[in-house]
């Protein structure tokens, strides 16, 4: 006799095929607001479920745990979504100084696009997931598309480029870098197709020198570093008659 308790087979739902790896932030935050609705209009049963779809979920993300996300998981989505028909990608931390303590965050470039996808998380976490961010990232593209890597270090980009240290609203820092941007592509065109600048700032000792951390391919990353030396020659030679010497080049960064 069935004791009413034994259901007749699994009832699963196979959504195979139907939802992407872009999409698990959005089903996260979806599941979120959904179980916070169902509670509000008596639904606990329903909520109770869908908090825990969403931590199996989490569990699943190559995403870090900690941090904030505003769009409700547009940025993975897009991020994604570029990399899926770009030449070049990458991922990287960001660090922002702040009055208190500095911050951390990851960008992911594909091409010319940016777009942030962990806003105020924890370093440790970040570090972390940066090397399944970057496979995820290698899966999505183009076989044809190459990955970036990160340099540090001075270049003298043959002018002088104000640069506001004050952020605007937003964490994109609206037309702060745009005219860095410029002058390092147009700088670099000779060793590399691609740059994209991390972050700047002006060099004290030369007024056209800037301390930079920017991504290019993978491939072209020596004959950068060779180019960069040789761009940076008559600013070493300038500066060295004032101060003492010091290395005016650039090298991998994380």
């Known amino acids: 006799m069935a004791d009413g308790k034994q259901s007749n087979g699994g009832a699963t739902l196979d959504l195979n095929g139907i939802f992407a790896i872009g999409d698990i932030v959005m089903m996260i935050d979806l599941l979120q607001y959904g179980a916070v609705r169902s ?4 639904g606990k049963d329903a909520s109770e479920r869908m908090v825990q779809l969403r931590e199996q979920l989490v569990a699943l993300s190559p995403l870090p745990k900690s941090g904030d996300r505003s769009s409700i998981g547009h940025e993975w989505f897009r991020a994604c979504k570029a990399a899926s028909k770009c030449s070049y990608y990458g991922a990287y931390m960001v660090e922002r100084d702040n009055s208190r303590n ?44 190459e ?17 506001r240290h004050m952020e605007p609203i937003g964490w994109q820092n609206e037309g702060r870098l745009d005219a860095v941007q410029v002058s390092m592509r147009e700088r670099l065109a000779p060793a590399t197709p691609f740059v994209q600048v991390v972050d700047a700032s002006n060099f004290w000792g030369v007024n056209s020198v800037i301390e930079a951390r920017f991504a ?39």
């Open 102 to 145: 500095n911050e951390y965050h990851m960008d992911i470039v594909c091409d010319a696009e940016v777009q942030r996808v962990v806003s105020n998380g924890k370093r440790g976490e970040i570090e972390a997931a940066l090397p399944a961010i970057r496979q995820c990232l290698r899966d999505l593209a183009p076989i044809g598309a």
């Open 39 to 42: 509670m509000m209009g008596e």
């Open 216 to 254: 290019v391919p993978v491939s072209v990353a020596e004959e950068v570093i060779a180019h960069v030396a040789e761009l940076n020659s008559d600013a070493l030679g300038e500066y060295s008659k004032k101060y003492r010497a010091e290395s005016f080049a650039v090298a991998p960064s994380v």
């Open 147 to 163: 990955p970036v890597v990160l340099l540090k270090g001075l270049v003298d980009i043959g002018e002088r480029v104000a640069i």
